[in-house]
């Protein structure tokens, strides 16, 4: 009898260890943050942080954005496939979570969207945008 219970115990104990190897692992987590994915796939030209300077000079900074569009509405655009009116912008779709993550970093680059005693904040947030440089002659 006892033979048998732990027989039955040790069976019992296999195939519950064995069903949790069974089970697939969870999916991964999406695991790029907003700034890893702007340096990846827009710091090819853009300026993607508060002070750098982008590698294509008619590309305006990532922290200027949000005087030109409002971000949220960014979302629909990434969401079509991200293009403007010039031919160096390449034409490209996000996922979901890649723009979910984008703009949430483009937010967060907007000094105005939050209340701020920090003066150099405040001023970047009312200062007018830079002129754009000018285009080479043809």
């Known amino acids: ?5 732990v027989t039955v115990c040790l069976f019992a104990a296999g195939l519950a260890l064995s069903a949790c ?3 697939p692992p969870p999916p991964q987590t999406w695991k790029y943050s907003g700034h890893e994915l702007v340096e990846r796939k827009c710091g090819g030209c853009h300026a993607v942080d508060m002070s750098d300077i982008g590698p294509n000079p008619d590309s305006p900074p990532l922290r200027d954005l949000f005087k030109r569009y409002p971000i949220d509405g ?9 293009s403007v009116g010039h031919y160096d912008m390449p034409r490209f779709t996000l996922a979901p979570e890649e723009r979910a993550e984008i ?5 967060s680059l907007n000094p105005c969207a939050k209340p701020s005693s920090d003066d150099i904040a405040m001023r970047r ?4 945008l830079p002129d754009a440089p000018a285009s080479p002659a043809q």
């Open 1 to 5: 009898m006892i033979r048998t219970n």
């Open 21 to 23: 190897k069974s089970v």
């Open 74 to 82: 960014l979302d629909e655009a990434f969401t079509k496939g991200l």
């Open 103 to 107: 703009l949430s970093y483009l937010k």
């Open 125 to 128: 947030c009312f200062a007018p």
